[in-house]
T-cell receptor, first 116, second 110 residues
Framework: GAVVSQHPSWVICKSGTSVKIECRSL??????MFWYRQFPKQSLMLMAT?????????EQGVEKDKFLINHASLTLSTLTVTSAHPEDSSFYIC????????????FGQGTRLTVV | QQQVKQSPQSLIVQKGGISIINCAYE??????FPWYQQFPGKGPALLIA?????SEKKEGRFTISFNKSAKQFSLHIMDSQPGDSATYFC?????????FGSGTRLLVRP
């Protein structure tokens, strides 16, 4: 299957700083990328959907000014957690789809963010 | 999100046994019904998926059974192995969006 790579795999940052997470589709062009958040032993919650070259669509309750998403190319999307606080500590996972009807979603390996 | 209900929450099966996980959904617009497998500290990986025009799909030891009228689908893992121990998520949805179930933690005892 297609490969989606996330970087970094884990990051520790100080409260109040910003952190950028990259999501790359390595062997295909992703027309749509998704960002999820997963707390320990819980399900994946969709945060936002981004299409290349356009603004991201955020799910209800997700602060768009806090979680900045940029989908600059068909192979790269970034999630920036601005002014991070301990409650933002979580497992962030991106997903990419080629496009078209009912195509498979490929997931990255996730990024563990710890805010201290 | 109550659109998707997954059960059981956890499951313990002996090696060689059958593991069965169920998923119920509400949105009749859903037209894609996948199951994902997730190991600790990793992203989910697609295990098997089915379209609504098919009632059953089998891939190796994994089978999806789909009941459109009941708005339910299930995952059957035959001859369960310790390596199958993971968390499984159903994630029905459309071409645009997937809604993840709450997950089932499967433990296969040797």
């Amino acid at each position: 299957g297609a490969v989606v790579s996330q970087h970094p795999s884990w990051v520790i940052c100080k409260s109040g700083t910003s952190v950028k997470i990259e999501c790359r589709s390595l062997d295909f062009q992703a027309t749509t990328m998704f960002w999820y958040r997963q707390f320990p032993k819980q399900s994946l919650m969709l945060m936002a959907t981004s299409n290349e070259g356009s603004k991201a669509t955020y799910e209800q309750g997700v602060e768009k000014d806090k979680f900045l998403i940029n989908h600059a190319s068909l192979t790269l999307s970034t999630l920036t957690v601005t002014s991070a606080h301990p409650e933002d500590s979580s497992f962030y996972i991106c997903s990419a789809r080629v496009g078209g009807v009912n195509t498979e979603a490929f997931f990255g390996q996730g990024t563990r963010l710890t805010v201290v | 999100q109550q659109q998707v209900k997954q059960s059981p929450q956890s499951l313990i099966v002996q090696k060689g046994g059958i593991s069965i996980i169920n998923c119920a959904y509400e949105n009749t617009a859903f037209d894609y019904f996948p199951w994902y497998q997730q190991f600790p500290g990793k992203g989910p990986a697609l295990l098997i998926a089915i379209r609504p025009d098919v009632s059953e799909k089998k891939e190796g030891r994994f089978t999806i059974s789909f009941n459109k009228s009941a708005k339910q689908f299930s995952l059957h893992i035959m001859d369960s192995q310790p390596g199958d121990s993971a968390t499984y998520f159903c994630a029905p949805g459309t071409s645009y969006k997937l809604i993840f179930g709450s997950g089932t933690r499967l433990l296969v005892r040797p």
